[in-house]
């Protein structure tokens, strides 16, 4: 495993130094560290699973992801690096700890591979889609309140002031970020069965679009009231994170409502 973790080091590195320094990326990071606490207390709670696993698959593995991962960190394809850590982790996991144990811990190991970056194409792909659709709302919602704005795409003017929706503010990472959240809650505290996850991922979605969509008109009446300056100051990235912990106070209440309604209808 030592030997796993310094070659996992690389690409852990161009993570922190690339994706995870961006706003976009800001919470890969706490969904890794989620995902390796809950591989780590599902392996402790299954410790009588344990046993070798098979060296063949193992080998296979590694001779297939190795050059695949050599030739990544050379030309600096972050996600591709990204995809054999993870692979080359599952592969290390089952050699170390057997067939039975690796299947028990199914979820967190799947878990795990959210942290990677999106590819290019389709990160670009969804922020394009949630920059429109965030501005547009937005701008409905700014006239709802009586703002005077008006929309060009991912351009909101309001008085003076012209506002790009830009990728960071989209709300793709942190919506996939909040699915990986709600699904690891289902898995701890549901069952862990497909009906749980099947709602974790239905009601994250569109709580994470309501709270990004209330943090750009935090941020629109923030700009009309002081100006266009406040948004080089510590108040927008804290706005992303603020609006993060909205919607998973969000996430919360509707995950306990239905419990409870749930266990009322058994009744």
Request: proline fraction near 3%.
């Amino acid at each position: 495993m030592g030997v796993f973790f310094v070659w996992s080091l690389a690409a852990l590195w161009s993570l922190a130094q690339q994706t995870w320094q961006t706003e976009a990326g800001s919470l890969a990071p706490l969904v890794l560290l989620l995902g390796l606490w809950s591989l780590f207390e599902c392996r402790a709670r299954n410790r009588h699973l344990i046993a070798a696993g098979a060296i063949g698959p193992a080998i296979t593995v590694v001779c297939v992801i190795l050059p695949i991962y050599v030739i990544a960190s050379a030309i600096d394809m972050v996600a591709v690096m990204a995809v054999c850590v993870w692979v080359g982790g599952i592969a290390a996991f089952y050699y170390f700890n057997g067939a039975a144990l690796t299947r028990a811990c199914g979820f967190p190991l799947a878990f795990l591979g959210l942290a990677i970056p999106l590819p290019y194409s389709l990160s670009m792909t969804a922020n394009l889609f949630l920059r429109d659709f965030i501005a547009d709302f937005a701008s409905r919602f700014g006239r709802f309140l009586s703002l005077e704005t008006a929309v060009d795409r991912h351009y909101i003017f309001i008085d003076q002031y012209q506002l790009s929706i830009d990728n960071a503010c989209a709300g793709a990472s942190s919506t996939m970020s909040l699915v990986a959240i709600g699904l690891l809650f289902a898995h701890w505290f549901q069952e862990a069965n497909w009906k749980g996850y099947l709602f974790a991922f239905a009601v994250s979605v569109p709580i994470a679009l309501v709270a990004n969509v209330l943090r750009i008109i935090t941020l629109l009446v923030m700009v009309r009231t002081l100006g266009p300056g406040l948004l080089d100051t510590a108040l927008h990235p804290l706005s992303g994170v603020l609006s993060f912990a909205f919607a998973l106070a969000m996430f919360g209440i509707v995950q306990r409502t239905a419990v409870i309604v749930r266990k009322g209808a058994q009744k």
